[in-house]
């Protein structure tokens, strides 16, 4: 199975995905292209944001002294205004400038910088090591004689459904704020908290609708198919097995902010 049927088959045959990938190791491959999803999601993401541009406009009323216009009432009296493009304030016995500033949002696009790309490949290439590593030794105990890159490439096909996933949302729900905010004028608060992942605690409203959290419970289900075929254990092991580093990390993240 080479790795673009792999890359299909995920999808929807991930058994039969893992027990080539338990012969033929290729999640080197995978984790550029989970990278690669990240920095376009990031792009994508930023899109919704938009940056603050102030326009400095000026005006300048001409005046003549009181005593100079005789009666105010005399219709050959005439106050004019014109445009002024100096960026100072100025003072006279002629004229007075007025300065006033209009600010108004723009939106561009914001490309990942350098550092951007390299944060995201070791954080992701970190990840992936410390997965593998736990069902590394997870399947020594146990008796498995699978090596540390047979896991590695595992868990970095695990994450490709639900992060393809979460990225055409993230584009449908961008597109849609974009409608709505430059066709229409309506920026809603929600849509722009759901994008950036901005939701707010359990158990609100904004936390169900996190859809991030369903690229994990899908990483966590095809890690408990790999992990069920290669080791022949039960679903129900598996899934403990799978599920113990999370469960361990939250439960001490609870216990530190509580």
């Known amino acids: ?3 673009r049927e792999a890359l299909s088959k995920i999808f929807y045959r991930p058994r039969e995905v893992f027990a080539a990938l338990k012969q033929d190791r290729r999640g080197g491959r995978i984790l550029f292209l989970l990278v690669a999803i990240a ?11 938009s940056w603050l541009q102030s326009d400095d406009l000026g005006a300048s009323i001409e005046r003549v002294e009181m005593s100079e216009l005789g ?5 050959g009296v005439v106050l004019r ?15 007075v400038n007025y300065r006033f500033g209009v600010s108004s949002h723009k939106r561009s696009i914001s490309f990942p910088t350098f550092l951007d790309v390299v944060l995201t490949f070791f954080g992701f290439a970190l990840l992936l090591v410390i997965e593998a590593t ?21 868990v970095a096909f695990s994450r490709i459904p639900g ?27 929600t849509l722009l908290r759901l994008i950036h992942g901005n939701t707010s605690s359990f158990p609100s409203v904004d936390y169900f609708l996190e ?7 899908w990483v ?12 022949g254990r039960s679903t129900s092991v598996s899934l403990a097995i799978v599920v113990a580093p999370s469960v361990l990390f939250y439960g001490i993240w609870w216990w530190l902010v509580s």
């Open 134 to 154: 736990y069902f590394r030794i997870v399947g020594a105990i146990i008796g498995l004689d699978l090596k540390i890159d047979q896991w590695f490439a595992l």
């Open 71 to 75: 009666n105010a009432n005399d219709p």
């Open 39 to 49: 920095l376009v999601d990031m792009t994508i993401t930023g899109l919704s944001s």
């Open 81 to 95: 205004t014109r445009t002024n493009t100096d960026t100072e304030v100025e003072y006279s016995s002629e004229s």
């Open 1 to 3: 199975m080479n790795t």
């Open 163 to 189: 992060d393809v996933c979460i990225f055409l949302i993230t584009i449908l729900l961008t597109l849609v704020f974009l409608i709505s905010s430059e066709l229409m004028g309506l920026e809603s608060a």
């Open 220 to 231: 966590i289900a095809l890690q408990t198919i790999g992990f069920r075929d290669w080791s």
């Open 211 to 217: 859809y991030w959290y369903f690229a994990g419970i």
